[in-house]
């Protein structure tokens, strides 16, 4: 998936099969003026994320048609540029898939209840990050 960028994108696709954790982050990130769209299914999620750019993916890891990983797996293969987010409602183990993930895909991860600082913050970084990327592409792409 590739996409022509004339402006920052705002905009954060929220996956989750819980219809509350996606009311809380419609009303909780667009109040701080990120545009959400959010999905119950990964299918239809990956068909939005076709649609139009997002920065931001954030998904829940327990999902009964398609995990979380697969889903960043499918985004992976499809291309897309969006930064990645994972959030559980499992809490902190050491030996959870979360944490072996982090080292080979390092995507952000909120834990439920979410924390709304770091979540403010985390999303942030995925724009800052995100931005920074499409930048530094633009750059190449002017400099060859």
Known sequence: MSYSIKENNNRVLVLDD???VLDFLTIFLGSLGWEVTTCSSP???VEEIGKRPYFLALTDIAMPEMDGYEF???LREKKATCEIALMTGFGYNP???L???RKSMQPLFFFKPFNRVKLAEGVQL?????HKYIYE???QTLSS
């Open 95 to 97: 030996k959870h898939t």
């Open 72 to 74: 960043c797996s499918v």
């Open 126 to 130: 995925a724009w800052n990050k995100y």
């Open 137 to 139: 592409c633009a750059q």
């Open 18 to 20: 819980e219809e509350d």
């Open 43 to 45: 299918t239809q999620a």
């Open 99 to 101: 944490v072996k993930i």
